[in-house]
Nanobody, 112 residues
Framework: QVQLVESGGGLVEPGGSLRLSCVAS????????IGWFRQAPGKEREGITC???????FYTDSVKGRFTISRDIAKNTVYLQMNSLQPDDTAVYYC??????RGQGTQVTVSS
């Protein structure tokens, strides 16, 4: 079954960190570009970072310097390390391939 499954979300205090995982099954991430998106209540979905099959990386300005995307081909997993989290980072986070395959999302809540 071709799918993406995210995990690692949760509740964290401002300034804290979380690492999200996106595990692919049914296909290899070696040849795919993967992006992380997020959607907060009442807001449009926002693309925040992506990594190409050649490891070219992009970050949107709102997460640059705080978030890091990486991938482990052996584990067929893409990670999103999130540091210095702020309440504005609260959202459901999704990973998605360039072909449009998307996971179910994982909730990140930043609150004291």
């Amino acid at each position: 079954q071709v799918q993406l499954v995210e995990s690692g979300g949760g509740l964290v205090e401002p300034g804290g960190s979380l690492r999200l995982s996106c595990v692919a099954s049914g296909f290899s991430l070696r040849f795919a570009a993967i992006g992380w998106f997020r959607q907060a209540p009442g807001k449009e979905r926002e693309g925040i970072t992506c990594i190409s099959s050649r490891d070219t990386i992009f970050y949107t300005d709102s997460v640059k310097g705080r978030f890091t995307i990486s991938r482990d081909i052996a584990k067929n997993t893409v990670y999103l390390q999130m540091n210095s989290l702020q309440p504005d980072d609260t959202a459901v986070y999704y990973c998605q391939t360039n072909g449009g395959l998307r996971g179910q999302g994982t909730q990140v809540t930043v609150s004291s």
